[in-house]
């Protein structure tokens, strides 16, 4: 028990800062913020604070040298990340944090649908971990669907006294399913980004590294495109506005640095499927945060779609927990220790 009470702490905490961002991103957003702006000027901060520390950090590590290919696959690890973040910071300030949290359960699943379109992974039906992904997915996806088209009735909302600031931030319904869509998006190229990841990580060992050559091109990316959306507009730029600087500076330590840091380490101490398993806790932590913070409505259609795509999440990482893979040495099939990476199996075929 004693062995997983800091990684549990540390997980709780992640989820915490990571539903923080959603809700610190709306509401600059509903304030006249854009998006990429927003994109552009957190992942600039985020390099920024993590070029040393990475350097630092592995300092005496011996890592391969960095060519052309590598850096090539970080700049498209950079491009798939500056697209999940515009579509889920878009998808959150269309919709709520909420349904933004709900639906970052989906990326397991929408990872095994690409893994298996790209042919890097077996689909078995006859084995019951391909099953429980299988099924777990189209449940996941079910659930998705549900939460973004249906509302049903309030379950919960704030108070009366601030019933004008719930009244303008409150999506109308044709919002809500744009915002639903975005997500989705926001997901597969999540996912896409997870395979990428996976594969680099292998080539180039060095977590802390990767992470700031991904904020860095995704800083430089969103530059180019907030260059010729916004122009020289300087309100669009302004950062006087004390709520902008402030969600920045969050969104630039918490949702980069202090969240990936502190994922990567419970990663190494307890394995991939601890750290999953708390995922579903943001979408208790968002509804919480949303209602008092911004005054969202939590709605009966977002309940039922969150415990269904809970239990498609849940069914997903069971079947991965009960995969199994042949020793290629010795030729006998042993089960997934808790500590081999999610995609090992993907990546070990490329």
């Known amino acids: 028990m004693k062995g997983i009470a800091g990684p549990t702490v540390g997980m709780v905490m992640a989820e915490c800062a990571q539903v923080g961002l959603m809700i610190v991103s709306k509401s600059v957003m509903s304030k006249g913020m854009g998006s990429l702006i927003f994109v552009l000027y957190s992942n600039t ?29 970080f700049f498209l690890l950079g491009l798939l990340g500056c697209l999940a973040q515009v579509f889920g910071y878009a998808g959150i300030n269309y919709s709520s944090p909420t349904l933004g949290t709900a639906m970052l359960n989906l990326i397991p ?4 649908i690409l893994a298996v379109i790209f042919r890097m992974e077996r689909l078995d ?23 973004t088209l249906y509302k049903g009735a309030a379950l919960m909302t704030k108070s009366s006294s601030l019933s004008l600031h719930s009244y303008l931030l409150l999506p109308v319904q044709s919002n809500w399913v744009i915002g639903g869509l975005l997500l989705v998006a926001d997901c597969v190229m999540a996912s896409a980004w997870l395979i990428l990841q996976a594969v680099v990580l292998k080539k180039y060992p060095a977590e802390l ?42 969104s630039a330590i918490f949702g980069s640095a202090f969240q990936v840091g502190v994922s990567t380490w419970c990663l190494h101490r307890t394995g991939p499927v601890f750290v999953s398993m708390f995922k579903p806790l943001g979408i208790v932590i968002a509804v919480v945060g949303g209602t008092v913070f911004l005054g969202d409505t939590f709605y009966l259609g977002s ?12 069914s997903v990482m069971w079947g991965k927990t009960k995969e199994e893979k042949v020793d290629p040495k010795v030729g006998v099939v042993q089960p997934n220790s808790q500590k081999v990476p999610l995609l090992e199996t993907i990546i070990e075929e490329i």
């Open 45 to 73: 901060l985020a390099a920024l604070l993590l070029l040393p520390v990475a350097f630092l950090y592995h300092r005496r590590t011996q890592l391969p040298s960095l060519s052309f290919s590598l850096v090539s696959q």
């Open 109 to 112: 699943g929408i990872t095994f």
């Open 125 to 147: 039906c006859r084995r019951a971990s391909t099953l429980a992904k299988s099924i777990g997915t189209i449940v996941s996806i079910c659930g998705a669907l549900i939460v």
């Open 209 to 250: 590294i990767i992470v700031f050559f991904y904020c860095f091109f995704v800083a430089i990316q969103s530059a180019i495109i907030c260059l010729y959306v916004e122009g020289g507009e300087s309100s669009a730029w302004s950062l006087k506005n004390r709520m902008r600087l402030i969600s920045v500076l969050y």
């Open 303 to 314: 309940l039922i779609g969150s415990c269904i795509i809970v239990i498609g999440f849940y």
